[in-house]
């Protein structure tokens, strides 16, 4: 069926160190990844997304890879501040059925 | 601003007591799309909707209902709402089917007591 699964449900790290999420999708027609960051109390805005027919998309700190041979996704983090505590959100587009279906959410702390 | 309104954000009503939680865009979006949001479970859709007098259910819809009269209207409805249906709500709208990313509203606490 349609299914994401998100790993870990919790990420604790070092301000600086690195941070790293993943998901797996079941659809191999997938072709849409978007991710979500929901700060306490926010709605969830989109941060960074990536398409099937790209292996990988930076911006600025954030980067996300797509195997889609192993059906699975990644969000990087690099160099974390305090300010990216939030839960974050994967996503996959299942093309059959046009919708968006989310990950359970990884609650990411950042320690100073 | 380019946004997605909801109304209220929070909600405290007795079982069985009809209510409607709003949702309006104002960027012209074909697709909008209810979730309910409830910890450990993710962001669930309940219903959605391609365009106008166009609506389908998602993965939850039991007990709650949706009408898409205007383009930028999305109404949910709980005609006798329980308390398994406490949760947070976001209505999300996106330009084209999902694959353009959603702009979500601000979120509706719904309490049913």
């Known amino acids: 069926g349609e299914n994401v699964e998100q790993h870990p449900s919790t990420l604790s790290v070092q301000e600086g160190d690195s941070a790293v999420i993943k998901c797996t999708y079941s659809?191999?027609?997938?072709?849409?990844f978007p991710w979500y960051k929901q700060e306490l109390g926010k709605r969830p805005q989109l941060i960074i997304d990536?398409?099937?027919?790209?292996g990988e998309k930076k911006d600025q700190r954030i980067a996300v890879t797509l195997n889609k041979t192993a059906k699975h996704f990644s969000l990087h983090i690099t160099e974390t501040q305090p300010e990216d505590s939030a839960v974050y959100f994967c996503?996959?587009?299942?093309?059959?059925?046009?919708?968006?279906?989310f990950g359970t959410g990884t609650r990411l702390q950042v320690f100073p | 601003e380019a946004q997605v309104t909801q109304n209220p954000r929070y909600l405290i009503t007795v079982t069985g007591k009809k209510l409607t939680v709003t949702c309006s865009q104002n960027?012209?979006?074909?697709?909008m799309s209810w979730y309910r949001q409830d910890p450990g479970l993710g962001l669930r859709q309940i219903y959605y909707?391609?365009?106008?007098?166009?609506?389908d259910k998602g993965d939850v819809p039991e007990g709650y209902k949706v009408s898409r009269k205007e383009k930028r209207n999305f109404p949910l409805i709980l005609e006798s709402p329980s308390p398994n249906q406490t949760s947070l709500y976001f209505c999300?709208?996106?330009?084209?089917?999902?694959?353009?990313?959603?702009?979500f509203g601000s979120g509706t606490r719904l309490t049913v007591v």
């Open positions: 960027m012209n979006h074909e697709y």
């Open positions: 909707s391609m365009n106008v007098e166009v609506t």
């Open positions: 659809d191999s027609a997938s072709n849409y």
């Open positions: 990536i398409r099937s027919n790209v």
């Open positions: 999300a709208s996106s330009l084209k089917g999902t694959a353009y990313g959603y702009t």
């Open positions: 996503a996959a587009r299942y093309r059959n059925t046009d919708k968006l279906i």
